[in-house]
């Protein structure tokens, strides 16, 4: 094991769930790990990993005393038109359908990655899409959105991050996780589309450790919280996930420990996120994490550090690269719950054995150098 290696690996061995960790209600319950009853069982359908089409992750928060719902979308990776229309049609379906919501959504949160090389034909693409959601929409920038002109696009179309609100006894909190990565591009003499190539790469070398909150964003986060009430509910929408995951890939943020340190006073908080393009659930201390489909494709779970509370999802059909992909509708209840449905386009399981899920053995994982970095 590496030096570097190492530093990651150390963090890994801290308790998922630590004291203080959300009450009984923010676990998953039973029938999220339920799928194919009839065909398996609820306990076979548990050890497989299968997921059904609707997902529900039930979560209880401070009493907001008003039902609300919004929606999750991220990860189109949009090409232009006469590239792409595949990555398109998804997106169009995902936003008719957050649209055609009955009651409707208060809001849609779009995290991140809506183009795939930050070209500003993609970004317009993408704006020209959500015209279709007619509510109030928000958003969080992810890296293929900003490496091409450094988020200028982006933050004129979209608006830039960090912001937050509230919203019916609930602050929402949006923060940039993307857009601190070292300078690998200025001494290699690198133009805009070299960069966004290797910053496009999910395990590229160059950009490294590229996934952080920053030292500015910490001390904003710390003075947005310092007077909101330790005990009422608190989302925070970022597009890679609060905590270590799996660092080769960016599937976490360097500085996790001090968010979870700003965080850690607080009981009720959900970090929705996107990037990992799959089904992921997770708790450190009173935090609790969603990850998210995406519209695009399923990325494959980490070879390693894949959290316990997570249910793999299978691919169920291996030669369809647009299974296992999707949005996310979460509606918070006057009764202090709020629940989150995957809404999977997926039709027939077709795969059941454990290691389909990539995450139990890791014998269909095997690590190496991109083909890139080898040359």
């Known amino acids: 094991?590496?030096?570097?290696?190492?530093?990651?690996?150390?963090?890994?061995?801290?308790?998922?769930?630590?004291?203080?960790?959300?009450?009984?209600?923010?676990?998953?319950?039973?029938?999220?790990?339920l799928h194919k009853s009839l065909l398996y069982g609820a306990a076979g359908a548990a050890s497989y990993g299968l997921f059904p089409l609707l997902n529900t992750i039930d979560l209880a928060?401070?009493?907001?005393?008003?039902?609300?719902?919004?929606?999750?979308?991220?990860?189109?990776h949009l090409y232009p038109r006469d590239v792409n229309t595949r990555f398109v049609e998804k997106a169009v379906r995902a936003f008719q359908e957050v649209q055609a919501m009955d009651p409707p959504a208060d809001f849609l949160i779009f995290g991140g990655d809506l183009a795939q090389l930050g070209d500003p034909v993609e970004l317009q693409l993408g704006a020209e899409?959500?015209?279709?959601?007619?509510?109030?929409?928000?958003?969080?920038?992810?890296?293929?959105?900003?490496?091409?002109?450094?988020?200028?696009?982006?933050?004129?179309m979209f608006g830039a991050s960090p912001w937050t609100f509230d919203h019916k006894g609930v602050r929402f909190i949006g923060l940039d996780t993307i857009s601190r990565a070292p300078d690998f591009w200025t001494p290699r003499k690198m133009s805009a589309k070299e960069r966004m190539g290797h910053m496009a790469t999910l395990d590229g070398t160059l950009g490294g450790?590229?996934?952080a909150v920053g030292e500015e964003q910490l001390r904003w986060l710390d003075g947005t919280l310092a007077r909101w009430p330790k005990d009422r509910p608190v989302v925070v929408f970022t597009h890679n996930p609060l905590y270590e995951y799996y660092p080769p890939w960016n599937f976490w943020v360097r500085d996790w420990l001090p968010v979870q340190e700003i965080l850690k006073p607080f009981a009720n908080v959900t970090n929705i996120h996107g990037h990992?393009?799959?089904?992921?659930?997770?708790?450190?201390?009173?935090?609790?994490?969603?990850?998210?489909?995406?519209?695009?494709?399923?990325w494959p779970y980490g070879p390693e550090g894949v959290p316990?509370?997570?249910?793999?999802?299978v691919r169920a059909d291996p030669g369809d690269h647009f299974d296992g992909v999707g949005w996310g509708e979460l509606s918070v209840s006057a009764a202090a719950r709020v629940d989150n449905e995957y809404r999977m386009w997926r039709k027939t399981v077709y795969a059941a054995a454990p290691e389909d899920s990539g995450t139990d053995d890791n014998r269909n994982q095997v690590l190496s150098p991109r083909i890139a970095d080898r040359i």
Not at 145 to 153: E, F, K, P
Request: aromatic content about 12%.
């Open 129 to 156: 899409l959500l015209k279709e959601v007619k509510i109030r929409k928000v958003f969080i920038p992810g890296e293929h959105d900003w490496y091409l002109d450094m988020g200028a696009t982006w933050n004129k």
């Open 276 to 298: 990992t393009h799959q089904v992921l659930y997770n708790e450190i201390g009173s935090m609790r994490s969603i990850g998210m489909l995406a519209t695009s494709w399923p």
């Open 61 to 76: 928060f401070a009493q907001t005393g008003q039902a609300f719902r919004f929606a999750w979308v991220s990860d189109t």
């Open 1 to 33: 094991m590496s030096e570097q290696q190492g530093r990651w690996r150390k963090p890994a061995s801290l308790p998922l769930v630590a004291e203080g960790r959300p009450d009984a209600g923010t676990c998953i319950t039973r029938r999220t790990f």
């Open 308 to 313: 316990a509370l997570t249910r793999p999802m």
């Open 209 to 211: 450790a590229w996934a």
